[in-house]
């Protein structure tokens, strides 16, 4: 999420950052949340195995196999079918990309144009949601949710009026957000509460060496950071720098003035301060990424100093009195990036809710909020002609364009056949970058904004572990591992809302949710975009055995120590590869500022006749309700 920090802000004192913010909210104590209920689970039963249910779906997800190779031979090759076969199907609006963004179009036409409105959603994966992919397992009659992407529902405060009344539309309201808060357990690092113990692991002589306590306090000069860092397996020397930078023993930047400093922040890398100024190693600095690229998908050799320092990197109080200044603006950026609070199975369910409310007959029995996460979806009802509504899974677009007869026509191409359909207004809530193969006829400013960007790249996994008892030796929910090829592990969220039961405790099944960024590796020549490209590369080559692999190794040696044996202990994984993943945000390092409206995704997304575009590369941030505005923006420009 980009934050725009002027120079007036900063010669005021009132430069922001995490660690500003981790720093004071430390040493609050947790509130205690309702508790989640001990009563014995609701007993499930496997979906037939043979039905249409995607979210069982094991192995390789997100971009799976069959979702992606239409759209690669178009936007690589320029090769699509010659001939279509014409469907007797003609709609109000056909919108493109059942994400959140497509969704949300959806109902906002809907909404707008009554609940008659001829609606057709093209995806060109098997499952609704887009990014916001759910994750389900089965075992001893207990159903196990994970998340398999966007996660994050932030406070609503922060959403636009029209996308706040979406949200309560579906049953998301400040009540039920409190509702959220109160039945997350305190222990939920990954769910937003940020009191709880969460760890670094890294690799050792005779396995992981695990530092349980709140690390990431301890990066901030919080409880106990001295001794969290004499626990790490690193030379001494790097210790001893780590302990003086999260102290703030020393202003990095003494020699300069205060003119001067801004321009260094704004001009050098994080990590390249973090090498340069502070003195740390190379090999040392992946410490300092982990939330950083949790945060933002690409590492600190990315992001500026300032961005470094407001986007998960610690250091804020190694800037001397400027970096010790109060900020209320720093307690902003606090509620902006750490807010948050989820579903068991993120923000899938928030795509459930919208399914289920643009589709009543997916899911006739949900009863809204209260039963979501655990709710069946009959995916043959998502797409009947004698619904108004319907979605079309498995449907790759090739081609949109206004056939001059005041309708759009639409090309696609499912399950290997090409077909065409028509609709009054179309809506493009598609990845930015295809849809100049899409519509060729654009104009070339317009196709050069939509193709800057590049979507940031990772992988979720989730692992279905026979029960919790190594996990939980471990001493905390969540951990950071810095040298491990996913950075990020932690329980999956144990969230009872929506009608599901998380593990009761160790001896029940339990998922381990791991993240992985390619955007690793040292300092390079070249663009952000470039990289991004590179990494995408990476996760498209990499085959699920090589990730089976480094899943296995990796909970091996960080679990192997207290009893777990990762042949008869992991019962299930599920890899969700995202290779166009977040939104492009606009890097000091890279991009110039750009005078409003000039900047690439607002030429980018300009109305194009009877065709809009929504999706968050038009709005050059990854976020939920940014995503929702888009749809909005879309859908009054072609009601208008």
């Known amino acids: 999420m980009p934050i725009e920090i002027t120079r007036r802000d900063f010669i005021n004192g009132a430069v922001i950052g995490t660690g500003g913010l981790m720093l004071t909210g430390c040493g609050k104590e947790v509130a205690t949340g309702a508790p989640v209920t001990a009563e014995a689970p609701t007993v499930f039963s496997p979906p037939d195995s043979s039905a ?13 196999e069959g979702s992606f190779e239409v759209a690669h031979e178009l936007a690589w090759r320029g090769n699509k079918p010659a001939h279509y076969e014409t469907l007797n199907e003609h709609y109000d609006l056909i919108v493109v990309g059942a994400g959140m963004s497509g969704l949300a179009a959806a ?7 009554g609940n008659d409105a001829r609606i057709l959603i093209l995806d060109n994966h098997d499952d609704f949601g887009g990014h916001a992919k759910r994750n389900e397992f089965h075992q001893n009659g207990r159903m196990m949710l994970s998340l398999g992407g966007a996660q994050n529902i932030e406070a609503l405060s922060n959403y636009s009026d029209a996308a706040r009344g979406l949200m309560q539309d579906i049953g998301i309201d400040d009540d039920f957000i409190e509702i959220m808060n109160q039945q997350t357990p305190d222990n939920m690092f990954l769910a937003g509460k940020m009191q709880a113990e969460n760890g670094v692991a890294m690799p050792g002589a ?25 626990a790490l397996p690193l030379p001494t020397a790097e210790q001893d720098k780590l302990i003086d930078f999260f102290a703030g023993h020393q202003d990095f930047l003494d020699d300069l003035s205060l003119s001067e400093k801004w321009d260094y922040i704004n001009a050098n890398s994080y990590n390249r301060y973090l090498v340069d100024r502070v003195g740390l190693a190379e090999d040392t600095v992946p410490v300092l990424n982990v939330l950083i690229m949790h945060l ?32 209320k603006l720093a307690e902003w950026v606090l509620d902006s990036l750490l807010s948050v609070t989820m579903f068991p199975d993120g923000n899938a369910s928030v795509a459930r809710l919208l399914v289920q409310k643009l589709i009543p007959a997916a899911a006739p029995g949900m009863q809204g909020t209260q039963d979501v996460a655990i709710a069946h979806f009959n995916y043959s009802a998502l797409d009947q002609e004698d619904h108004p509504t319907r979605l079309r899974l498995n449907s790759t677009v090739v081609g949109v364009r206004d056939n001059n007869n005041n309708q759009v026509e639409v090309d696609y191409v499912q399950q290997g056949k090409a077909r065409r359909v028509t609709a009054d207004h179309c809506v493009l809530a598609c990845y930015n970058a295809l849809i100049p193969h ?36 471990l001493g905390a929910t969540s951990f950071q591992c810095p040298y491990d090829p996913f950075q990020w592990i932690s329980s999956s969220p144990a969230v009872s809302v929506g009608g599901y039961e998380p593990p009761r405790d160790p001896n029940d099944p339990m998922v381990a949710f791991m993240m992985h960024s390619p955007m690793t590796g040292p300092e390079q020549p070249t663009s952000c975009r470039d990289q991004l490209r590179m990494a995408r590369h990476k996760i498209y080559s990499t085959p699920f055995a090589d990730y089976e692999q480094q899943i296995r190794q990796q909970l091996q040696s960080m679990l192997g120590q207290h009893g777990f044996n990762h042949e008869t202990d992991i019962r299930g994984i599920t890899v969700n590869r995202i290779p166009h993943g977040y939104a492009y945000a606009y890097l000091g390092l890279y991009d110039p500022k750009w005078e409003e409206g000039q900047a690439p995704h607002e030429i980018g997304r300009a109305q194009f006749g009877r065709i809009s ?13 940014l995503a929702f505005d888009a749809a909005w923006r879309a859908v009054e420009e072609q009601t208008a």
Request: proline share 4%; net charge positive; hydrophobic share 35%.
């Open 52 to 64: 249409y249910y995607p979210p069982i779906q094991t192995g390789m997800r997100g971009s799976h």
């Open 107 to 113: 109902h906002y036409y809907q909404q707008k144009m």
């Open 206 to 230: 005779n396995g992981h060496v695990t530092v349980r306590g709140n690390w990431l306090a301890a990066m901030f000069g919080g409880k106990d950071y001295e001794k969290s860092v004499r």
């Open 296 to 327: 933002t998908g690409v590492s600190g050799w990315n992001l500026t100093v300032l961005e470094g320092m407001t986007m998960g990197g610690t250091g804020i109080k190694s800037m001397g009195w400027v970096g010790k200044a109060s900020a």
């Open 438 to 473: 899409l519509c060729p006829e654009m104009p070339d400013a317009q196709k050069e904004g939509l193709s800057y960007g590049v979507k940031t790249p990772f992988v979720y996994a989730n692992v279905l572990l026979k029960n919790g008892q190594a996990f939980s030796e």
């Open 613 to 625: 575009i929504a999706n968050t590369d038009s709005e050059a941030t990854a976020l939920m309700n």
